[in-house]
C-alpha cells in the first residue's frame, strides 16, 4: 500500500491490501498516521479492515479527500464499506467473484455519508448464496445516506441483486455512464423500503448502458417471472428518475 498526497489536496492509498489501519487526523493531510489497526472499526477517522468488510473507511469527517485506486477485491465476502464519512473517492478498483450467506455489496455506503464519489471500477460475479437472501447482493448499496453520491463510468457484470440499490431514505445519487451486463434481478437501479424506513428521493439514472439483464424468477422480494426494468422503487412514491439517454448495445 502506498499513499500521496496531490496538488489538490486529495490523499490518494494505491497498491496491495492493507495489513493496519490508516488513522486521519482532523487537520491538515500531512498530519495523517499510521498506527496499528485498533479493535473498534468504529474510532474516528478509521481507515482498515473490519469485520465482514476488506476495507472499512469509518467516521472519515475531514475536508481532505481520500482516494482508494488500482485495488483488486477478489473472492471476499463483502468489499469496501464507508459508513458516515464525507469526502472519499472509490476509483478503478476490481470487485470479483464475491459469494457468501452474507454477501451485500462490493461498496456499501451508510449512515449519512455524503460527496461519496464511485467512478471507472469493475464489479463482476456478485452473488448471496443464502436461500433466503438470494438476490440481495449488488455492486453499490447504499443505505440511510441523505448526502450527493456519484456513480459513473463503472461495469456491472453478472450482479445478481440490482446492480445499484439504495435504501431507507437514501436521496441524491446519480447513476450516469454505467455499463451493465447480465445484472440485475428487479432494476438496474432500485430503491428498497422497509417498515418505517424513509422513503428516498431526488435519485436519478441517466446516460447507462446495458444489456442482457432478464432478471431472476423466484429471487427473495420479486415476483416470479419478473424483468428487469432500468429503475424501480419498492412500496414508496417513485424516487428513481430516468433523466434518459439509456440505451441497449
Not at 481520500?66 to 476509483?91: A, C, F, P, Q
Not at 455519508?113 to 440481495?136: A, L, M, V, Y
Not at 422480494?221 to 424516487?239: A, H, I, Q
Amino acid at each position: 500500500m502506498t499513499s500521496r498526497l496531490t496538488s489538490s489536496g486529495t490523499l490518494v492509498l494505491t497498491g496491495a491490501a492493507m495489513s493496519g489501519a490508516l488513522a486521519l487526523a482532523a487537520g491538515p493531510a500531512s498530519a495523517a498516521t499510521h498506527p496499528a489497526a485498533p479493535t473498534s472499526a468504529a474510532a474516528d477517522g478509521y481507515v482498515g479492515p473490519c469485520s465482514g468488510y476488506a476495507l472499512c473507511i469509518h467516521n472519515k469527517r475531514s475536508a481532505t479527500r481520500l482516494t482508494i485506486k488500482g485495488k483488486k477485491y477478489l473472492g471476499k465476502r463483502n468489499g469496501i464499506s464507508i459508513r458516515n464519512s464525507r469526502n472519499v473517492t472509490i476509483r478503478g478498483n476490481t470487485f470479483r467473484g464475491f459469494a457468501a450467506n452474507n454477501t451485500y455489496a462490493g461498496v456499501h455506503v451508510r449512515g449519512k455519508s455524503t460527496g461519496i464519489i464511485i467512478e471507472n471500477n469493475t464489479f463482476q460475479n456478485i452473488k448471496n448464496t443464502s436461500p433466503r437472501d438470494n438476490g440481495w447482493a449488488h455492486g453499490v448499496y447504499i443505505v440511510d445516506s441523505d448526502g450527493t453520491k456519484v456513480i459513473g463510468n463503472n461495469k456491472f457484470i453478472g450482479i445478481e441483486g440490482d446492480p445499484v440499490r439504495v435504501r431507507d431514505g437514501s436521496d441524491r445519487t446519480i447513476v450516469s455512464g454505467n455499463t451493465f451486463n447480465g445484472a440485475g434481478a428487479r432494476a438496474l437501479f432500485s430503491d428498497w423500503h422497509s417498515g418505517r424506513e424513509a422513503c428516498g428521493k431526488n435519485n436519478v439514472f441517466k446516460n447507462n448502458k446495458y444489456k442482457g439483464v432478464p432478471g431472476r424468477s423466484g429471487a427473495a422480494g420479486y415476483k416470479r417471472g419478473s424483468t428487469v426494468s432500468l429503475v424501480y422503487t419498492f412500496f414508496c412514491p417513485p424516487s428513481i428518475k430516468n433523466g434518459g439517454g439509456n440505451r441497449k448495445f
